[in-house]
């Protein structure tokens, strides 16, 4: 599938999910792009072309890329403070919509800072 | 100054990870970070292969790609790559889009995207970080 076609249709995956939970996500949806407030992410399923995720990948697999402002450095950087400049950077998969939907949710409307968010599997992260 | 036995930059902080290694500070070159590749979990050729798959990228859309320094010893366990500053300006939808796009045949495009600026350019953009 087509890369924008492809993150399109996710986001109109978890716009539809948001809309059966009463969450209404659309104001902060544009081209499949979901943003607010100086934080973003998009979602992408993993499909036969080699952009959407590691070889091997289970076709289907929910990706997301995410970034923003957070004001608590994680954890797992605490050793980083120094470095800290106030912006996180983080990338990984989901079991599902229902966890996809957590985490934009959270990261966007409700603000959570990394290591108040719901479960995922990452794959990279930084400062 | 730079390691002399492996001439790897000396390391700060860690600013981050994925799961092919760890990015840290360059203290020997503001503006540069230094990735080191895990032992025994990756190829021992995985930082030529990400040079080369950076080099790919750079060939179709250069100001959308973070530099990497070429490397001296193809089986070294480190990368030195451009140093990508997170924006906090409204990202640029059309241009996700043509990035998109354009990166369809580079592997894992999407989850390696940053908008951002670096230390040469200090526009902010869409930066695929490896």
């Known amino acids: 599938m087509d890369p924008v076609e492809n993150v399109r249709a996710t986001a109109q995956e978890l716009l539809s999910f948001a809309e059966e939970q009463e969450v209404d996500v659309g104001p902060f949806c544009t081209d499949g792009h979901f943003e607010k407030d100086q934080r973003w992410v998009f979602f992408w399923r993993k499909d036969e072309l080699p952009y959407s995720g590691p070889a091997g990948e289970k076709e289907g697999t929910l990706h997301y890329n995410m970034q923003g402002v957070i004001s608590v450095l994680p954890n797992k950087l605490k050793e980083s403070a120094g470095a800290f400049r106030g912006a996180w950077t983080e990338a990984g998969t989901f079991e599902n919509v229902e966890q996809a939907f957590a985490l934009l949710k959270a990261w966007l409307l409700d603000r959570k800072e990394v290591d108040e968010l719901p479960s995922r599997s990452v794959r990279r992260y930084g400062i | ?130």
């Open chain 2, 1 to 130: 100054m730079p390691n002399g036995q492996t001439g790897r930059p000396r390391i700060g902080r860690e600013l981050g990870r994925g799961a092919e290694g760890v990015v840290y500070e360059n203290l020997d070159q503001p503006g540069w970070v230094v990735k080191e590749f895990y032992q025994g979990a990756t190829s021992p050729l995985q930082a030529g292969n990400e040079f080369a798959n950076l080099e790919k990228a750079r060939t179709i859309r250069p100001d959308n790609v973070v530099k990497a320094q070429a490397l001296a010893d193809p089986r070294q366990g480190w990368i030195v790559k451009e140093e990508v500053y997170p924006s906090n300006t409204p990202s640029d939808k059309n241009q996700e889009n043509e990035v998109l796009r354009d990166f369809q045949n580079i592997h894992d495009a999407p989850g390696n995207l940053m908008w951002g600026t670096t230390t040469d350019n200090p526009t902010p953009r869409w930066l695929l970080i490896e």
